[in-house]
């Protein structure tokens, strides 16, 4: 059984630093392709970012980029997400997610088979 588990989220000011870790089992881990997104109420799941199986190339969303960092370490089956500067509107669930490596960036949520339950971040102003 393959299980995401997100975790890392909490309440933060603005201009605060967090790190979500996501741990995933029942998978070959290295031969995924990770994304985290993200969901505020109201509002669509949107790509966050992205990271080829061995970590080589990493993809980000416009809105992010430059702030949030993406890593993973294959011999502990964990995708991170490193997030600086962080802004009120970045605050909503965050899920990380897992789809078999395509050879191409995935950044639709429709593209990914396995998510994880997501976890919280806050931010205030």
């Known amino acids: 059984q393959i299980q995401l588990v997100e975790s890392g989220g909490g309440l933060v000011q603005a201009g605060d630093s967090l790190r979500l870790s996501c741990a995933a089992s029942?998978?070959?881990?290295?031969?995924?392709?990770m994304g985290w997104f993200r969901q505020a109420p109201g509002k669509e799941r949107e790509f966050v970012g992205g990271i080829t199986r061995y970590g080589a190339s990493t993809y980000y969303a416009d809105s992010v980029e430059g702030r949030f960092t993406i890593s993973r370490d294959n011999a502990k089956n964990t995708v991170y997400l490193r997030m600086n500067s962080l802004k009120p509107e970045d605050a909503a669930v965050y899920y990380c997610?897992?789809?078999?490596?395509?050879?191409?960036?995935?950044?639709?949520?429709?593209?990914?088979?396995?998510w994880g339950q997501g976890t919280q971040v806050t931010v205030s102003s």
């Open positions: 029942g998978l070959s881990f290295s031969r995924y392709y």
């Open positions: 997610a897992a789809n078999p490596e395509l050879g191409y960036t995935l950044r639709v949520a429709g593209d990914f088979m396995y």
